[in-house]
C-alpha cells in the first residue's frame, strides 16, 4: 500500500508559480513512477506529468510542457510539480499517483491516489 498527501495549491494570479507536492509513505518510494493528474468541474481526470523511479524521465501533456516541471526527491518520498506561467485554464483539482500498471497518460492504469490540491488561477 502506498498512501499519498499532496500540499501546495492555493489562489494565484495569472503568469504566476505554485509548487505542488506530494508526501508519499508505505511502500518503498523509489520503487515506482509517479504522476501528477488535474481535474476541473465537469471533466475528467487529465493526465499531466509523470516521472519514472529515478527521476531521470520525465512526460508532460503538451498543454503544459515547458511551463511545468515534475522532479521528485527520494531521500524525502516527495513528488513535486514547479507550475509557472500558469494560466485560468490551469485551474482544477491536481491529484497525485503512484505506481502504474500500464500507459501513464491513463487515469485508470494508476494504483495510488492521493486526496487532491486545488490550484485557482485569477486575477
Known amino acids: 500500500q502506498v498512501q499519498l498527501v499532496e500540499a501546495g495549491g492555493e489562489l494565484v494570479q495569472p503568469g504566476g508559480s505554485l509548487r505542488l507536492s506530494c508526501a508519499a509513505s508505505?511502500?518503498?518510494?523509489?520503487?515506482?513512477?509517479m504522476g501528477w493528474f488535474r481535474q476541473a468541474p465537469g471533466m475528467e481526470r487529465e493526465f499531466v506529468a509523470a516521472?519514472?523511479?529515478?527521476?531521470?524521465?520525465?512526460f508532460y501533456t503538451d498543454s503544459v510542457r515547458g511551463r511545468f516541471t515534475v522532479s521528485r526527491d527520494n531521500a524525502k518520498n516527495t513528488v513535486y510539480l514547479q507550475m509557472n506561467s500558469l494560466k485560468p485554464e490551469d485551474t482544477a483539482v491536481y491529484y497525485c499517483?503512484?505506481?502504474?500498471?500500464?500507459?501513464?497518460?491513463?487515469?485508470?492504469?494508476?494504483?495510488?491516489w492521493g486526496q487532491g490540491t486545488q490550484v485557482t488561477v485569477s486575477s
Open positions: 499517483a503512484a505506481d502504474p500498471e500500464g500507459t501513464y497518460t491513463s487515469a485508470s492504469d494508476w494504483k495510488y
Open positions: 508505505g511502500r518503498t518510494f523509489d520503487n515506482y513512477p
Open positions: 516521472v519514472t523511479w529515478s527521476g531521470v524521465n520525465t
